[in-house]
């Protein structure tokens, strides 16, 4: 039977968690490509991480996803590297070849994902079957379509944060696979916020493999390279 998959990046790589008769599993990745690999057979993969990239100029799914997740929270959604910057070396490099190429800044925040970056773009650029079933979300817009009240104020990382998202959670799956799975993970191999963001994707998964998922922008876009771009929810 087909199921889905919700990634998010870890400091140990990427962990990835699944139903499986109503409880979750977890496991922890090394590479973009071990995920795909360990679950090609997924109807469903939703990935915190920018896909579908720019050769100039800014994402039309960042802007959008701004004003979706509104206020405060609107500044957790950053702006995507252009394409031309993703093997660059450091952040001067970074910093630099983008300014040439796009005329705009580049973020810390941005920069210590590169690498993430990289891994999936390098990936469904040569994996044409893995186009169909990855797409890209940001947790701070699903967190916002599942409350329904627009983005939340509460940063991801406070108690205040994490426990708001874990509740919106449990509407979904349930108080306790929620708490256990949480449990389960050692912070050791993922961050809190990582889990609750992989879940995050998870329900997204969920939407997107029954026909119900919408996107931004919507219809979506594609890139240059033939990537989908647009944040799913």
Same mark, same amino acid.
């Given at each position: +039977?087909?199921?889905?998959?919700?990634?998010?990046? &870890?400091?140990?790589?990427?962990? $990835?968690?699944?139903?499986?008769?109503?409880? @979750?599993?977890? /496991?922890?990745?090394?590479?973009?490509?071990?995920? *795909? =690999?360990?679950?090609?057979?997924?109807?469903?993969?939703?990935? #915190?991480?920018?896909?579908?990239?720019?050769?100039?100029?800014?994402?039309?799914?960042? $802007? *959008?996803?701004?004003?979706?997740?509104?206020?405060?929270?609107?500044?957790?959604?950053?702006?995507?590297?252009?394409?031309?910057?993703?093997?660059?070396?450091?952040? /001067?490099?970074?910093?630099?070849?983008?300014?040439?190429? #796009?005329?705009?800044? @580049?973020?810390?925040? $941005?920069?210590?994902?590169?690498?993430?970056?990289? =891994?999936?773009?390098?990936?469904?650029?040569?994996?044409?079957?893995?186009?169909?079933?990855?797409?890209?979300?940001?947790? /701070?817009?699903?967190?916002?379509? +599942?409350?329904?009240?627009?983005?939340? &104020?509460?940063?991801?990382?406070?108690?205040?944060?994490?426990?708001?998202?874990?509740?919106?959670?449990?509407?979904? @799956?349930? =108080?306790?696979?929620?708490?256990?799975?949480?449990?389960?993970?050692?912070?050791?191999? $993922? &961050?809190?916020? #990582?889990?609750? #963001?992989?879940?995050?994707? *998870?329900?997204?998964?969920?939407?997107? &493999?029954?026909?119900?998922? *919408?996107?931004?922008?919507?219809?979506?876009?594609?890139?240059? =390279?033939?990537?989908?771009?647009?944040?799913?929810?």
């Amino acid at each position: +039977m087909a199921y889905c998959l919700g990634v998010d990046g &870890a400091k140990s790589g990427w962990i $990835a968690v699944r139903l499986v008769h109503g409880a @979750f599993e977890y /496991e922890v990745f090394g590479s973009a490509r071990a995920v *795909l =690999e360990a679950h090609s057979d997924a109807a469903v993969i939703a990935v #915190d991480i920018p896909m579908g990239l720019s050769d100039s100029g800014p994402r039309t799914p960042d $802007a *959008l996803a701004r004003k979706f997740v509104g206020g405060r929270r609107a500044s957790s959604v950053f702006s995507s590297p252009v394409r031309g910057v993703l093997n660059s070396k450091s952040r /001067e490099e970074a910093s630099n070849r983008h300014r040439e190429i #796009d005329g705009r800044g @580049f973020g810390a925040q $941005a920069f210590g994902i590169l690498p993430k970056i990289l =891994e999936w773009d390098t990936l469904l650029r040569a994996n044409k079957p893995a186009r169909r079933i990855v797409r890209e979300i940001h947790p /701070e817009v699903c967190f916002a379509a +599942m409350d329904g009240n627009g983005g939340l &104020a509460e940063p991801k990382k406070s108690p205040q944060g994490a426990a708001r998202r874990a509740a919106i959670l449990s509407r979904y @799956f349930g =108080e306790i696979p929620v708490n256990d799975l949480l449990g389960r993970v050692p912070r050791s191999r $993922a &961050a809190r916020d #990582d889990v609750l #963001d992989a879940l995050a994707a *998870l329900w997204s998964t969920q939407r997107i &493999a029954r026909g119900a998922a *919408l996107s931004l922008p919507n219809p979506p876009e594609i890139d240059a =390279e033939g990537l989908c771009r647009a944040i799913w929810y």
